[in-house]
């Protein structure tokens, strides 16, 4: 693991639990209604305060609490053209199956390349230091998978180019 990753997931793991305190909210407003308040914003004293933790400043994380869920918003590093475009049809892919993965929004913040929903049913349901472990394994993985697809596509590239220029020449 990089020198900078560490410090920088030692925070983002810091802040999850810190604002994993989740807890069964009906809505104030409906009788009855069971809505994430992170993502509805009908009552500002359940909101807590949003928290961006950063890397860079192509590389952050936002973490914005309510009383009942929890909105983590992740923007990935992507140095040139073509990990821009890698990182856009890897998200496109994860997002298609998002009912696979439960925590996982089917569109990111305006701004973030991927966002989870965890809501007080994720964490009733499931253990909440697992939850953070996927998350935290996922960031330290989605950079890799992306630095992997990046240099099999510039070997492909590669390959292409001198098959092509055989025939030319």
């Given at each position: 693991m990089a020198a900078t990753l560490k410090p920088y997931l030692n925070a983002v793991r810091t802040t999850l639990e810190a604002a994993m305190c989740l807890e069964n909210f009906y809505s104030q407003r409906?009788?009855?209604?069971?809505?994430?308040?992170?993502?509805?914003?009908?009552?500002?004293?359940?909101?807590?305060?949003?928290?961006?933790?950063?890397?860079?400043?192509?590389?952050?994380?936002?973490?914005?609490?309510?009383?009942?869920?929890?909105?983590?918003?992740?923007?990935?590093?992507?140095?040139?053209?073509?990990?821009?475009?890698?990182?856009?049809?890897?998200?496109?892919?994860?997002?298609?199956?998002?009912?696979?993965?439960?925590?996982?929004?089917?569109?990111?913040?305006?701004?973030?390349?991927?966002?989870?929903?965890?809501t007080n049913y994720h964490t009733e349901q499931m253990y909440k230091h697992k939850l953070i472990d996927f998350v935290m394994e996922f960031m330290t993985e989605i950079d890799k998978e992306i630095s992997e697809m990046k240099l099999c596509l510039n070997g492909r590239g590669r390959i292409s180019a001198v098959e092509f220029l055989k025939n030319v020449s």
């Open positions: 409906v009788e009855r209604h069971l809505k994430p308040e992170v993502e509805i914003r009908s009552s500002k004293e359940v909101l807590f305060t949003p928290v961006e933790v950063c890397r860079n400043d192509k590389e952050k994380v936002l973490i914005e609490g309510s009383i009942n869920s929890l909105r983590m918003s992740i923007a990935i590093k992507q140095a040139d053209e073509i990990e821009k475009i890698l990182c856009h049809k890897f998200m496109r892919f994860m997002m298609m199956r998002a009912e696979n993965f439960f925590i996982l929004r089917r569109k990111p913040l305006e701004g973030y390349d991927i966002s989870f929903l965890i």
